[in-house]
């Protein structure tokens, strides 16, 4: 899904720059871009992380796959049918009501994993109810097919990145990456404070509500604290140290890309309230390609590495593609900096970066889930 929805992005993005023939899809392309990234791409490796992680976190029994195996093949379909509707008129509506089919059974067992005991549960219900945010806006991309009314679109991609995308990595890296970092740097001390939590989370729901009702002048009021609070905890977790064994610095320098978007959102926000239009869509893409990209990345490769048996370390190949990325993140930056005559051109090769990047790391880690674990156990 990941290469697939970026396929399609740089297929239109040729065409803007006339090197390719246009498209007529269904759906607007950068409404396109925004339903298959938000609800296709991420949330898949959401649900796969949390229905490994969360159950640890509850101490849940292991879930057995016969519960979510029916949920992740009716989101699997689905979203292989509304990726084909977006050439096909009417495909995307039967596909969209799959993916609420799926995601429903997925949720249902997130909630009882989350509300099972009071073991730490703080993080694992914030998670829970930002994933119920994603599944309102598959909800309301659906009554944007239906009605072709833009509200609903623009309330879907809100909820999509600020309600559940964003509240969720967050979480997460708050409570996984300062114990990931206690087995690795000398004399770590974990923070974790509850405050920060809620700044960012809450703040990236304010984020939401301002911007769906249109008050973009307003925004820094909730984006100016979490970023200040973001960037604060990336320097307590300590990242130098971090970057001596590279898969952790993966994660420190993913987390690192939270503070710096919040910081563009604030700069971007103040800049309107004085009555100036400036960064375009720099702030959003240095939280989606840099945070949830980068994190995406090291998360993965990680939990591949462990679960099959394999050395937790980054061979250089991994930490190149890495590296790779994030000059991939500055590139789609900078595609909103340049005159527009450039802009349809440098956005092409950060797509084409991407699925570079990612391509190259597929064909590393991919195969890892076909074979049997390297130490011998299940797997």
């Not at 190949?317 to 450039?342: D, H, S």
Request: glycine share 12%.
């Amino acid at each position: 899904m990941l290469l697939v929805s970026f396929a399609l992005w740089a297929i239109e993005l040729g065409a803007r720059a006339g090197l390719l023939p246009a498209i007529g899809w269904v759906f607007p392309p950068g409404w396109m871009h925004a339903l298959l990234v938000t609800g296709g791409v991420f949330p898949l490796f959401m649900f796969g992380f949390l229905l490994t992680a969360m159950p640890r976190w509850q101490g849940y029994d292991e879930i057995a796959a016969g519960r979510w195996l029916w949920s992740w093949r009716l989101l699997a379909a689905g979203w292989a049918l509304v990726t084909v509707g977006m050439i096909a008129p009417g495909v995307a509506m039967a596909g969209l009501v799959l993916v609420l089919a799926g995601w429903g059974g997925m949720q249902r067992i997130l909630w009882q994993v989350a509300h099972h005991g009071d073991l730490e549960a703080l993080h694992a219900r914030v998670v829970c109810y930002a994933m119920i945010a994603g599944m309102v806006a598959v909800l309301a991309w659906l009554g944007f097919a239906l009605s072709g009314d833009p509200v609903w679109a623009r309330i879907a991609i809100e909820l999509a990145v600020f309600c559940s995308l964003l509240p969720v990595f967050f979480s997460v890296c708050h409570r996984m990456v300062p114990f990931f970092s206690s087995g690795v740097i000398p004399s770590y001390v974990m923070v974790r404070p509850l405050w920060v939590l809620v700044l960012v989370v809450g703040g990236s729901v304010m984020h939401a509500v301002f911007d769906v009702a249109g008050w973009l002048s307003l925004r820094w009021i909730a984006d100016a604290p979490a970023a200040v609070a973001a960037l604060w905890l990336s320097r307590q977790w300590r990242p130098v140290p971090a970057m001596k064994v590279p898969l952790l610095g993966m994660l420190h320098i993913g987390f690192l890309w939270l503070g710096i978007a919040l910081t563009l959102f604030a700069i971007q926000s103040a800049a309107s309230l004085l009555g100036y239009n400036m960064l375009g869509m720099a702030p959003l893409h240095a939280l989606g390609v840099g945070f949830f990209g980068s994190v995406l990345m090291a998360m993965v490769s990680r939990v591949t590495l462990g679960h099959s048996g394999r050395k937790l370390a980054a061979d250089r190949l991994t930490w190149g593609l890495f590296l790779g990325l994030e000059l991939v993140v500055v590139v789609r930056i900078t595609a909103e900096l340049v005159p527009a005559g450039w802009s349809a051109l440098v956005m092409l090769l950060a797509v084409l970066g991407w699925l570079g990047v990612f391509g190259a790391w597929a064909t590393r880690y991919l195969p890892i889930y076909w074979r049997p674990r390297s130490d011998g156990r299940p797997g």
